[in-house]
């Protein structure tokens, strides 16, 4: 008994030790990793002449605004809810062509509640190579952004953006992304763990979406090669102008949506139902199993294939607890 008193005692102390010294280097909030050439960092708000290429943005806790402006430069400045030391002010540094802007000093070990937003204002004609913005604690809000390549990534907050890119990469890991791009694009992708992820675009090579827990919102008034969507636990929503080859998989929710013109897609539902628009249908063949299957279409029964038209398109749906229905 004394033995066993002892050891509990023991871990108890250690304990209290690790929880103090978690204290002691974080504070009541995250606290700030190092980063390279700190040395180099400008403290607070700029004007910045140089050329500048490439945006790269690093963010804690807080919100991040781009703005633009008819003149030429790029300015740079942030508001907090409450004074900040020097410490804690953002910093910012031009590296060749690449502006990279830091949420603080580095090793900065605890935030006291602060909350800080930084905007960046940059000239109406301006078009980047590579743009990345991550944060870790905050939403992204991008009016419009033309780029090469952009990439979003935020751990806790929101994405909600209007680019021009060709190739883009966002992710969430609680929050929802919703991006919208009036143009072409060649690949677009996007994870949410938790959240909703949306993405309206012209045509596209390949577009890949995946939401863990969230619904997923696709718009495409062109041609996508290639999209593939999925939901462990929400519906997929794809409106598709013309599609080449699609997969949409959902194993807790459903689907439902339109598709204009498509060659081939692929359905697959756990536990959900299929519910699907086509309003101008090609000739296809969908091959499902579902002793739940509905349609306002006059198709043809062959086994457990239904035929419209040449049945050219194919059309596979799997279901495993759900219903099936197709209209135009």
């Known amino acids: 008994m004394n033995k066993t008193k002892l050891t509990t005692g023991a871990l108890l102390v250690v304990l209290l030790l690790l929880a103090g010294g978690c204290f002691l280097i974080f ?27 490439n ?19 790029i300015s740079l400045s942030e508001t907090a809810n409450r004074n900040t030391s020097e ?3 953002f910093r910012w540094w031009v590296d060749g062509k690449t502006l990279r802007v830091k949420y603080a000093k580095p090793r900065l070990t605890s935030f006291s509640n602060l909350q800080k937003t930084l905007t960046v204002s940059l000239p109406d004609d ?39 890119a060709k190739n883009l990469n966002a992710s969430s890991t609680s929050g929802s992304l919703n991006v919208r791009q009036d143009s072409d694009i060649s690949n ?23 939401s863990t827990s969230g619904d997923v919102f696709t718009t495409v008034s062109g041609t996508v090669g290639n999209i593939s969507l999925d939901s462990t636990s929400g519906t997929i929503h794809p409106d598709l102008a013309n599609v080449d080859k699609a997969k949409f998989s959902s194993t ?36 499902t199993d579902s002793r739940r299957f509905n349609s306002s279409l006059e198709l043809t029964k062959d086994g457990d294939k239904y035929v419209y038209g040449d049945g050219s398109a194919r059309l596979h749906i799997d279901t495993t607890s759900g219903s099936i229905r197709i209209d135009n």
């Open 126 to 164: 301006i078009a980047f190579k590579k743009v990345n913005i991550d944060t870790t604690s905050g939403d992204i809000s991008v009016p419009a952004m033309t780029a090469d390549e952009i990439r979003f990534e935020t751990t806790s907050g929101d994405v909600d953006a209007v680019i021009t």
């Open 188 to 210: 677009a992708s996007f994870s949410s763990t938790s959240g909703s992820v949306a993405f309206t675009v012209t045509s596209a090579e390949k577009i890949s979406m995946q």
């Open 87 to 89: 410490d804690e002010k």
């Open 55 to 73: 945006l790269e943005i690093d963010w804690i806790s807080g919100k991040v605004n781009i703005e633009y402006h008819a003149g030429s430069g």
């Open 252 to 287: 807790s929710g459903g689907v439902t949506g339109t598709l204009v013109s498509f060659k081939d897609v692929d359905i697959d539902v756990t536990s959900g139902d299929v519910s699907l628009k086509l309003p101008n249908p090609p000739g296809f063949t969908c091959k």
């Open 27 to 53: 504070g009541d909030s995250l606290g700030l990793a190092s980063y390279a050439n700190a040395d180099k960092y400008t403290i607070g708000d700029a004007d910045i002449s140089s050329a500048v290429e």
